[in-house]
């Protein structure tokens, strides 16, 4: 069978696509495995959330601890509308966790109002999310010229691994995300408000994206943009107008703002990550969190010193590039503080870094990106291996 056949009938998006949903897959497989559990356990159950209530069969409860955001999405997909009180786990903070509810949303509609294969679909959908980053870092690698295997490096990320396995939302929202702006790229501008939208309503930090792009309007009203993409003004308003109205209709049902349930999140530039440097030395035995902050060390200077050296990449894209990066600096030791939360949080981050390595240099690009090939395999390894499950 010849190459250029091969080409033909297995392009490589579906390729690469495959090789991340079979990799994820494997990675389900070894924890739950190794764990001795199965699905329901991804989910992370706590006994304070779950008392008194009914907890679907299959579904183990932690011995100790508050179990872990995942728990929240899962009741959010077995009731969407959060009417009977009676099924667990409760909410903690109900208009916070309501306002992420495309990824719930979805996996109730997959799974077709009934309750028994929503363990399973809450999996699915983030694999096939995964899969779809793959293949869209794939095109936006050969956009670039460079191999489409490169997209790779787009879904494995050490972030999504800790997702995965606890069922939250960054995979879903990230892929769309990175469709937004690929189709802004392509200038199919309506399509991406469309997809930014579905974003903010999925993670609503990813609507800092389409604020940044609504600088950029805003800049491009004043000044012509020459070569660049002109920046439609509906790309950040429809977004930031939709999530907004989501907000006010969560305050009118729960008396309050999400804002107002998921604080203490942001703290002053880079306070978070001296405080977590502090208790670090302080415990030297953490060598997790120690590994968790060198790779998003290495995250601020590969992908701050790609984006200076990028020779492709228009204005609006470096725009949410640096929107991101300085929102990171903003993290609070709250977000440092578990393991895997940092990562979790900077996956928008990662995502433009992604972009603006491809985006630079040939050898520079080639160093960033098999860097960081070998540090995601070596965490994603560490974690499925090192992550001891204990159920009540």
């Not at 790229?185 to 930014?196: C, D, H, P, S």
Request: proline fraction near 5%; include cysteine.
């Amino acid at each position: 069978m010849s190459a250029a056949y091969c080409a033909r009938r297995f392009p490589a998006p579906a390729v690469v696509f495959a090789a991340t949903v079979a990799i994820y897959s494997l990675a389900i497989t070894a924890f739950l495995a190794r764990n001795q559990t199965s699905v329901g356990a991804l989910i992370h159950v706590g006994p304070h959330f779950a008392h008194g209530l009914r907890i679907e069969s299959g579904i183990p409860v932690c011995r100790s601890g508050d179990g872990y955001d995942g728990q929240f999405f899962y009741r959010l997909a077995l009731q969407p509308c959060y009417s009977d009180t009676t099924i667990g786990p409760r909410l903690d903070d109900a208009a916070y966790r309501h306002q992420r509810i495309l990824y719930p949303l979805v996996v109730w509609a997959l799974s077709l109002g009934q309750a028994g294969p929503v363990r399973w679909m809450l999996v699915v959908v983030n694999v096939a999310a995964l899969g779809l980053i793959g293949a869209l870092g794939a095109v936006f690698a050969a956009g670039e010229r460079r191999p489409p295997w490169w997209g790779l490096c787009f879904s494995l990320y050490p972030g999504f691994v800790f997702s995965l396995l606890h069922d939250l939302p960054e995979p879903l929202s990230i892929c769309l995300l990175l469709g937004a702006v690929m189709l802004v790229r392509r200038g199919r501008q309506l399509w991406a408000t469309v997809v930014f939208s579905l974003a903010a309503l999925t993670r609503e930090t990813t609507a800092l994206a389409p604020f940044a792009l609504l600088c950029v309007w805003a800049l491009q009203s004043v000044h012509r943009p020459g070569a660049d993409t002109r920046i439609r003004w509906y790309v950040g308003t429809v977004p930031l107008a939709l999530l907004s109205a989501l907000n006010i209709a969560l305050k009118l049902k729960y008396g309050l703002f999400p804002f107002e349930q998921g604080g203490g999140n942001f703290t002053y530039p880079f306070l978070g990550y001296i405080e977590k440097v502090a208790a670090v030395l302080l415990n030297p035995g953490s060598i997790n969190a120690v590994f968790d902050l060198f790779l998003i060390a290495a995250l601020f200077i590969t992908s701050g010193y790609a984006i200076v050296n990028a020779r492709t990449g228009q204005f609006h894209e470096k725009a949410v590039f640096w929107a991101y990066l300085l929102f990171a600096c903003f993290f609070s030791e709250w977000i440092l503080a578990y393991r895997g939360g940092l990562l979790r949080a900077a996956s928008e981050l990662y995502l433009v870094s992604c972009m603006a390595m491809l985006g630079s240099g040939a050898k520079h690009a080639r160093l960033c990106v098999l860097s960081w090939l070998v540090l995601s395999f070596l965490t994603c390894l560490g974690y499925v291996l090192s992550n001891k499950l204990v159920f009540g």
